[in-house]
T-cell receptor, first 113, second 116 residues
Framework: AQSVTQLGSHVSVSEGALVLLRCNYSSSVPPYLFWYVQYPNQGLQLLLKYTTGATLVKGINGFEAEFKKSETSFHLTKPSAHMSDAAEYFCAVSVGYGNKLVFGAGTILRVKS | GAVVSQHPSWVICKSGTSVKIECRSLDFQATTMFWYRQFPKQSLMLMATSNEGSKATYEQGVEKDKFLINHASLTLSTLTVTSAHPEDSSFYIC????????????FGPGTRLTVT
């Protein structure tokens, strides 16, 4: 079975500072990994995904994440936070095409001016 | 591309009544649709997986007689909450995908259900 652990339910950064949201996964088979962002009362928007190939993946809005198999991690980073980045972020794992996603508990990102 | 819509975006119903939520893929044919439930300040919990033309597969603990899912076409899935009760109040989100190896699901904007 797959599982996802997001360390830190709330993260607060200053505008312009580095954003680091942590995600560790557990999977018995090679995982597909995703980061989604959710704004209040809205659905989820895909930020980026890792399936195969290059372990550093770049997504929208300046976000990127690195798949580290040895650490079973897929941390999300952004060099410089913007006020508009304030939202809730979900890490998710899937074991294959079209299969169901297992979500982490989510991390609420607060950006201070 | 890959847009998923939900209707209604919010609904209030009285206890004991049924409510139907629609999930549509607007610009692609969705072979598989998923229904999630999200409680306030919590993560998404998968309720069921539906494949076009087949019966939905429900997750453990989800009452299939209470949450009726129909995926009658490649662009439409519906979730009907039957005999709704206040504890069914939640944010319901659908997602859709198709058989071309995209490895990702496309999410609808969600439906806020409040049962009074």
């Amino acid at each position: 079975a797959q599982s996802v652990t997001q360390l830190g339910s709330h993260v607060s950064v200053s505008e312009g500072a580095l954003v680091l949201l942590r995600c560790n996964y557990s999977s018995s088979v090679p995982p597909y990994l995703f980061w989604y962002v959710q704004y209040p009362n809205q659905g989820l928007q895909l930020l980026l995904k890792y399936t195969t190939g290059a372990t550093l993946v770049k997504g929208i809005n300046g976000f990127e994440a690195e798949f580290k198999k040895s650490e079973t991690s897929f941390h999300l980073t952004k060099p410089s936070a913007h006020m508009s980045d304030a939202a809730e972020y979900f890490c998710a794992v899937s074991v294959g095409y079209g299969n169901k996603l297992v979500f982490g508990a989510g991390t609420i990102l607060r950006v201070k001016s | 591309g890959a847009v998923v819509s939900q209707h209604p975006s919010w609904v209030i119903c009285k206890s004991g009544t049924s409510v139907k939520i629609e999930c549509r893929s607007l610009d692609f044919q969705a072979t598989t649709m998923f229904w999630y439930r999200q409680f306030p300040k919590q993560s998404l919990m998968l309720m069921a997986t539906s494949n076009e033309g087949s019966k939905a597969t429900y997750e453990q603990g989800v009452e299939k007689d209470k949450f009726l899912i129909n995926h009658a076409s490649l662009t439409l899935s519906t979730l009907t909450v039957t005999s709704a009760h206040p504890e069914d109040s939640s944010f319901y989100i659908c997602s859709a995908t198709w058989t071309s190896g995209t490895y990702e699901q496309y999410f609808g904007p969600g439906t806020r259900l409040t049962v009074t």
